[in-house]
T-cell receptor, first 114, second 111 residues
Framework: DTAVSQTPKYLVTQMGNDKSIKCEQNLGHDTMYWYKQDSKKFLKIMFSYNNKELIINETVPNRFSPKSPDKAHLNLHINSLELGDSAVYFC?????????????FGPGTRLTVL | SQQGEEDPQALSIQEGENATMNCSYKTSINNLQWYRQNSGRGLVHLILIRSNEREKHSGRLRVTLDTSKKSSSLLITASRAADTASYFCATVTGGGNKLTFGTGTQLKVEL
């Protein structure tokens, strides 16, 4: 009965490869997010989708492309991976996009680029 | 850019003691939220305080907000070893719900 799940949990890959991380939520929420947490534990939002529509797109290299096939899923595809992409990526979801909407986070995907 | 800075960066206390963490931010906010992150896990929402509120309680947690000083504090009373985690403040500005996180405080509660 996991609320927000991500796959894979760990991802180790070579520079230049293309990889995807998947996120699914079973909370019935309509808004989903991707965050990146760097090695110093600093968390920064990357993208947000509401009802499959992109509503937040921070200054992220266009090698990163989110895709939301439906409200319950938000995947993150990364092209031409670089060393600096190594981080933990968190998916989150909320019901609505009001300032008070509580965000529920997944367990994270630790990406290591060699 | 980073909105919140937390202080201290790390805190080590004995079980039963109180733990206080502070968060300062730079711009006007709609609300401020506190999250907990256990090692290797995702974030868990603890409490939200709106800009027109000064204090909120939830169980052993007490949050204060001083908008004139652009600062907030999280107090955990009667700490337990299970409270060992990183604690982050996050602010929301404007009408959306984009969270801007602080730098985090790493709390260690020893038996």
């Amino acid at each position: 009965d996991t609320a927000v799940s991500q796959t894979p949990k760990y991802l180790v890959t070579q520079m230049g490869n293309d990889k995807s991380i998947k996120c699914e939520q079973n909370l019935g929420h309509d808004t989903m997010y991707w965050y990146k947490q760097d090695s110093k534990k600093f968390l920064k939002i990357m993208f947000s989708y509401n009802n499959k529509e992109l509503i937040i797109n921070e200054t992220v290299p266009n090698r990163f492309s989110p895709k939301s096939p439906d409200k319950a899923h938000l995947n993150l595809h990364i092209n031409s991976l670089e060393l600096g992409d190594s981080a933990v990526y968190f998916c989150a979801s909320s019901q609505g996009r009001s300032p008070d909407s509580t965000q529920y986070f997944g367990p994270g995907t630790r990406l290591t680029v060699l | 850019s980073q909105q919140g800075e937390e202080d201290p960066q790390a805190l080590s206390i004995q079980e039963g003691e109180n733990a206080t963490m502070n968060c300062s931010y730079k711009t006007s906010i709609n609300n401020l939220q506190w999250y907990r992150q256990n090692s290797g896990r995702g974030l868990v929402h603890l409490i939200l305080i709106r800009s027109n509120e000064r204090e909120k309680h939830s169980g052993r947690l007490r949050v204060t907000l001083d908008t004139s000083k652009k600062s907030s504090s999280l107090l955990i009373t009667a700490s337990r070893a299970a409270d060992t985690a990183s604690y982050f403040c996050a602010t929301v500005t404007g009408g959306g719900n984009k969270l801007t996180f602080g730098t985090g405080t790493q709390l260690k509660v020893e038996l």
